[in-house]
């Protein structure tokens, strides 16, 4: 295997410190002790456990974080964020992870996550609920997987369990809502 | 006893039993339930992966219509709406500038002081859980179950301030007052996957097929739950865990309160029992079953 060397900043790293201002979190009170990692329900289908993440922050590598595949495999389950004994709040990290990547336009490991979150929240945008019929088709358009679960869709909806048409309760306010924090944060 | 009750999207499609069996069990508790005019979605997942204000203004927009109702209390009875609930009335009282920009978003201030219940906690206290108790009709002692808390019920304890985050009981105390028997088993908080249930099914499909193993392997025969999410994953997915890991579990999967309305002598048709992929006739057995 070839060595790679990497050049890392002295000090705490200004992208712990973005992190910081976005989250509220210091991850430098991270000793890694790793206790997340043997928690994390998901650490199997990722390429850095959530302590090696956390210590690439602190470390100000914020290419190898924001390509990774961990910042969008959170199951956001709160494991780590309940057992870490310096209290460093992972699974918030995550979040501003996610949200600094989506407003950077940064490409996702895992893309379908991103937009799955696009089509869920246009959807509560349209109709005020989730209208699951009409994300589902939006997300498979949009990842192209069209096939994919078509079965089980037609059991629910043989089962009552999915809403042929949405309704529109609540949809002008949830609407305003979410435009207005929109408008605000350049979203 | 009135609450405000806010279903969330799921009770009103694809966990349409969980509304329902909620609904008529706090009815024969003389528990009034208001349901939230137009409530709206609490953004879950994707609103707090995107925005930090969106995440904390939908739940606090939809306690602004809690407030004009002129109540205090609501009970929210998914676990993922629960503790986006939860999650944006400790957001906001502990960062003064987040609160501020919600509350210009919503148009409204104070709705944070509503108090958000989960149904596990109304009816796990007393008065409720003695009077439960006294309302049991039918015959269910038979049944060995495990009690599924899922990741999101209990966690972070210092944001949901609910039950005790590793090792949950207000289900198991329940379920004890009917005379179900409820088994010790080593999954009561751990996660099926959630939201990747359409993302990536894979992830699911593993978690969830380790939860239904280490049910099985504590001779439960049924799982019970009180997520909508976590009720989907492992009901509808059995199928899919035996084609990939070559194991049929068909372990029923069913709500609580499903379990105390079937007690109280309500019939499976009145719980739809019918909506689950996994049948509970077995389980119940034919004369049950048939009410």
Redesign the interface.
Known sequence: MAIKTIHVPQGFSDFAEAISS?S?VNVNLCFQCTKCASGC??S??MDYTPPQLIHAIQLGLSDLVFKSKTVW?C?????C??RCPQEV?L?VVM?AL??IA?RQKLQAK?P???????S??RT?ALF???Y?LGM?VM?KLA?RSLS??IG?GL??LM?????ILPTF??????RR??S??EA??K? | MTYAYYPGCSLHSSAKEYDHSLRAVCSRLGVELVEIEKWFCCGTTPAHSVSRLLAAALPLGNLAIVQKMRLKEVIVPCAACFWRFKSAVYDVANDNGLREKVEEVIKDSGSHDVKVYHPLELLSLEPQLGEIASLVKRDLTDLKVVCYYGCLLTRPPKVVQFDVCEYPESMDRILGALGITTLDWSYKTDCCGASFALTRTDIVLKLSHEILDGAKSVGADAIVVACPLCHTNLDTRQEEIKQTYGLNYELPILYFTQLIGLSFGLSPREMLLGKHFITTEKLLGVKRYAG
């Open positions: 976005v509220g329900p998901v199997f289908a495999l199951a956001s389950c709160q494991t964020t309940t709040d699974a979040d996610r949200i989506q895992v379908e996550i991103p937009t799955f979150y696009r869920a929240l509560v005020g609920r989730m699951e589902i997300l990842t994919k679960d089980l059991k629910m089962k009552g369990k999915l809403n309760k609540g949809a002008l306010t949830a809502i979410i207005q924090v605000r944060e979203l």
